[in-house]
């Protein structure tokens, strides 16, 4: 299957923005780490490959199929090929992964690039940020939360190529 994106660069504020269009093709491979400042990576909560799975920060594993991700078009895929999406348009609300559909505005982003291999991720639905809250989520765990948009480090976040 051949997969065409439209790529649209916009400079705002000294800032690259890159809107991307397209779908996430079922059978995409991912291969990203999504890093945070405090070391943690975007994460699958419990490993699980089921729809509505919370998206956490969680220690680094590596190459493991729950800390796996891939930007397709305006979508955030996961290794278990579902989508990342906001769990609803408020502050703090959480992300989940969700079957894919490009019709759901809760599962598009702008991914905002400072520089380098490092995004801010907005949503398309609510407007906010993808944000390290630093607040423990339970032993490793930390949560990963939309807040308003700020630049701060909080809402950065390293991509790594396996």
Known sequence: MRV???NLGVLVGG???LVLGGQLPAQAATGWQLKATNGKCWDIQGESSGSGAVVQLYSCKGNVVWQNFG??????GTGYLKCVAVDSGAIDSGLSQRDCNSADSKQHWTKISPGGDVYTFQ???SGLCATDTGISGGGSRVQLRMRECDGSAAQRFKANHF
Do not use: A, E, H, K
Request: hydrophobic letters at 45%; charged letters at 5%.
């Open 4 to 6: 065409s994106l439209r």
């Open 15 to 17: 800032v690259t923005v």
């Open 71 to 76: 930007i397709f078009g305006s979508q955030i």
């Open 123 to 125: 949503n398309v639905y």
